[in-house]
């Protein structure tokens, strides 16, 4: 597959190009953070996320290719890793103990929020989804998901959020944390 | 929170990047200054998170099943290569010791070349990814393939041959098949049948399965480069572990002619040459032209 295709394929939400690209770079991605302090653990996370990155960037309509994909990719991973460890670092030298106890009843929602994005409905999941992580816009959704128009999209997810924010507030209470 | 869903608007806009400069800065003024909009903030922001999350994590999950082979440890290939490889360096070590003259009989043995060879006069290996753009493999070379990548076999053995084609002495050189095949019909015009990606480190797309029509052996030797013919293989003394080397065999009938390109230099080797011949630089630009439409094709 050349780069135009990998590139189309995901236009199309077909995530199969990123398995294809996983595989194909795997070892050069790889060996760039094992030979950077990393283990083959942090590398494989470090490259995943890079694709993803990848891929929203292109989904979005963010990315400007002017080089291979391999040399984007391989950028990409470089800077992730880089910032990896320079947290690692500071985390090193900060109290870690002082920044987890404020985050706590914060991590707490998150949970709930995560547990209830799982158990969002197909539709809702897939409008949202595309709006806030392929950052498609609503003539693209509406597209792909067959909406009459724009506004029909808007509507829809307006109210898929809507309905996910309700949710989720009435799983927690927040009163031991407002009064 | 009836108050502050009004906010809701202002929280996403900001979320998403679309206020002014100062209007953000306000913004933020206002989270610090209010905790209710800073909850309510929050909230979003972790909502926006977390749908994110959800897909990046989906997809991570499934490239995290992707196997991708002999990272941790060894599949079926591997073990099929490294008892193949054991058994040929034992037969190979075998010949050279029962018979030093019984050079005809000997198909070359491989070592595993590894940053582990305790030889002190091979300079460090290359990246892996550079050298291995510039030498396409057949996939006919299977165990060859796999040896060449670092993390299968890693095997660091040495074997002590001597060369006797050659009538200098060589001490421990390091015998290495080539990576390279490449193999030509016509002479002119010079068409190239095979596919060189050399974009890519994947070689599942090889096409190309034809073989040289000799052998090759290269000996490291930090002398100056070095070729003979002997006996139907190709002798080549220098220092290749350092650099990606090609062969090009160019074949019209019964005709052949073989070049090596080297370090930018291409060198024609004459396949008569028996004795051990310095390599020259191919100087005619015309040829040299011709050569490098071929190389890029």
Redesign the interface.
């Given at each position: 597959m050349k780069d135009k295709e990998v590139i189309a394929r995901i236009n199309k939400g077909d995530?199969k190009a990123?398995?294809y690209l996983?595989?194909?770079?795997?070892?050069?991605m790889?060996?760039l953070v094992m030979s950077n302090n990393g283990t083959?653990q942090d590398a494989?996370d470090i490259y995943?996320?890079a694709?993803?990155v990848f891929?929203q960037k292109v989904t979005s309509g963010k990315l400007v290719l002017t080089s291979?994909i391999?040399t984007y990719l391989y950028s990409v991973c470089l800077n992730l890793w880089r910032k990896e460890l320079d947290r690692k670092s500071r985390l090193v030298n900060e109290e870690k103990d002082g920044i987890e106890y404020i985050d706590q009843d914060?991590q707490e929602?998150?949970k709930i929020?995560?547990e209830c994005?799982?158990q969002l409905g197909d539709g809702c999941?897939k409008i949202?989804?595309y709006y806030?992580?392929?950052g498609l816009s609503m003539n693209e959704i509406a597209d792909k998901l067959g909406y009459a128009n724009t506004d029909t999209a808007k509507t829809k997810k307006y109210k898929c959020?809507k309905k996910?924010?309700q949710f989720?507030?009435s799983k927690y209470k927040?009163s031991d944390?407002?009064d | 929170m009836a108050n502050y869903s009004n906010h809701r608007e202002l929280i996403t806009k900001y979320l998403e990047g679309s206020l002014s400069r100062e209007d953000q800065l306000e913004f933020e003024i206002q989270i610090q200054n209010d905790p209710l909009l800073k909850d309510e903030f929050e909230f979003q922001k972790d909502v926006i998170d977390a749908l994110r999350n959800y897909r990046k994590n989906e997809i991570k999950n499934r490239l995290n099943n992707i196997n991708i082979g002999n990272s941790s440890g060894f599949n079926l290939l591997n073990i099929a290569a490294s008892v193949t490889i054991s058994s040929f360096i034992a037969i190979g070590t075998y010949l050279y010791l029962s018979d030093h003259a019984a050079q005809d009989s000997l198909q070359v043995v491989d070592l595993a070349n590894t940053p582990n060879i305790e030889n002190s006069s091979i300079a460090d290996l290359p990246e892996k990814p550079k050298v291995v753009e510039l030498q396409p493999k057949s996939l006919d070379q299977v165990i060859t393939e796999v040896k060449g990548e670092e993390k299968a076999t890693k095997e660091a053995k040495e074997i002590d041959s001597q060369v006797t084609a050659s009538n200098k002495k060589i001490n421990t050189p390091n015998v290495i098949l080539p990576n390279i095949v490449e193999e030509f019909e016509t002479m002119d015009p010079l068409e190239v049948e095979s596919d060189l990606s050399n974009n890519s480190s994947s070689f599942e797309s090889i096409k190309n399965k034809e073989v040289l029509s000799f052998e090759i052996e290269k000996i490291e030797n930090s002398e100056y480069l070095h070729y003979q013919f002997y006996q139907g293989k190709l002798y080549l003394y220098g220092e290749f572990n350092d650099n990606p080397y090609e062969i090009i065999e160019l074949k019209s009938g019964n005709k052949r002619k073989v070049f090596l390109n080297y370090n930018e230099d291409y060198f024609l080797l004459k396949t008569n040459q028996r004795d051990l011949t310095p390599l020259k630089a191919i100087k005619d630009p015309t040829l040299i032209e011709e050569l490098n439409i071929l190389k890029s094709e």
């Open positions: 995530e990123l398995d996983y595989r194909k770079y795997y070892r050069m790889v060996k083959e494989k995943q996320d694709l993803i891929w291979k391999s914060r929602r998150i929020i995560n994005v799982q999941k949202l989804t806030y992580f392929d959020k996910l924010d989720i507030k927040s944390f407002l | -």
